[in-house]
Nanobody, 125 residues
Framework: QVQLVESGGGSVQTGGSLRLSCAAS????????IGWFRQAPGKEREMVAG????????YYADSVKGRFTISEDSGKKMVYLLMNSLKPEDTAMYYC??????????????????WGQGTQVTVSS
């Protein structure tokens, strides 16, 4: 059973930066697929970034390309989402998700079995 705990959310002004962290536990091996999702009030949950740790495959939603960077520290079992040049439309609850046994990165929340509790990001203008 994989447990995921996010941290690092907060309130920033437009143009600011935040780094979200996700601590993974309960799994002895490297988690193959990792995703960051967000959900704003009244909107569907969307995948903003993903990584296949077994290769070099990464994914970024068009809305965050060039501003967000996903990374991992497998030794520490940590996943990060560095968010630069934040905009008010980035305001949402952000979730870390994992699929330990995937063979390739697929886009969408149905491909991830384990989820964290979320961390709130608020960007003010």
């Amino acid at each position: 059973q994989v447990q995921l705990v996010e941290s690092g959310g907060g309130s920033v002004q437009t143009g600011g930066s935040l780094r979200l962290s996700c601590a993974a536990s309960g799994y002895a091996y490297s988690i193959k697929c990792i995703g960051w999702f967000r959900q704003a009030p009244g909107k569907e949950r969307e995948m903003v970034a993903g990584m296949y740790t077994g290769g070099a495959d990464t994914y970024y939603a068009d809305s965050v390309k060039g501003r967000f960077t996903i990374s991992e520290d497998s030794g520490k079992k940590m996943v990060y989402l560095l968010m630069n040049s934040l905009k008010p439309e980035d305001t949402a609850m952000y979730y870390c998700a994992a699929e330990p046994m995937c063979v390739r990165l697929r886009i969408g929340d149905k491909y991830f079995a384990y989820w964290g509790q979320g961390t709130q990001v608020t960007v003010s203008s």
